[in-house]
T-cell receptor
Framework: NAGVTQTPKFRVLKTGQSMTLLCAQD?????MYWYRQDPGMGLRLIHY???????AKGEVPDGYNVSRLKKQNFLLGLESAAPSQTSVYFC??????????FGPGTRLTVL | SQQGEEDPQALSIQEGENATMNCSYK?????LQWYRQNSGRGLVHLIL?????REKHSGRLRVTLDTSKKSSSLLITASRAADTASYFC???????????FGKGTRLSVIA
């Protein structure tokens, strides 16, 4: 099993550009999450999903959209990137109420 | 707002010593989880302790949970240089809400 994978690993955007981050898991997990991690801030939840076709807002959802069209994939979109969205993005999945499995992260820089 | 808060923020010890990290939280929980993050990598699950458990062991790891004080501790015995990482606690609150992560403890083990 590949576990949780994230695409791309690195990306540099200009302010105003859009992009989609892809998270894929092959463990048949119902729950999937998107976090961002900034220095000194720990992990902050952006959006999450409790099953195919569902999404919900987390702690810091503004400026992001998500979709869960297939159970194994969870997409995070930035419609108009801002420098404040420079961060490392982590995806995670799990079967409730067990532990979460994390992807390797996507390092995004917005100039 | 983050529920789990680790203490100390940073810890530096010599190889072979024990390392203790603490986590405090605010509301009732189903379980509490500890994760490790090596620099630039995704989080890796270490141990999960349920609300009706008081102590749990996994190899050189010992986790305690005191629900009356809303606190947990992670003890790493006989530390190694490879234990150098950030350690996060995460609380699974009652009500099927997403895990909430603390800001982490940065552990440095000096060989």
């Amino acid at each position: 099993n590949a576990g949780v994978t994230q695409t791309p690993k690195f990306r540099v955007l200009k302010t105003g550009q859009s992009m989609t981050l892809l998270c894929a898991q092959d463990m048949n997990h119902e729950y999937m999450y998107w976090y961002r991690q900034d220095p000194g801030m720990g992990l902050r939840l952006i959006h999450y999903s409790v099953g195919e076709g569902t999404t919900a807002k987390g702690e810091v959802p503004d400026g992001y959209n998500v979709s869960r069209l297939k159970k194994q994939n969870f997409l995070l979109g930035l419609e108009s990137a801002a420098p404040s969205q420079t961060s490392v993005y982590f995806c995670a999945s799990k079967i409730y109420p067990n532990e979460q499995f994390f992807g390797p992260g996507t390092r995004l820089t917005v100039l | 707002s983050q529920q789990g808060e680790e203490d100390p923020q940073a810890l530096s010890i010599q190889e072979g010593e024990n390392a203790t990290m603490n986590c405090s939280y605010k509301t009732s929980i189903n379980n509490l989880q500890w994760y490790r993050q090596n620099s630039g990598r995704g989080l890796v699950h270490l141990i999960l302790i349920r609300s009706n458990e008081r102590e749990k062991h996994s190899g050189r790891l010992r986790v305690t949970l005191d629900t009356s004080k809303k606190s947990s501790s992670l003890l790493i015995t006989a530390s190694r240089a490879a234990d150098t990482a950030s350690y996060f606690c995460a609380t699974d609150a009652i009500g099927n809400t997403p895990l909430v992560f603390g800001k982490g403890t940065r552990l440095s083990v000096i060989a």
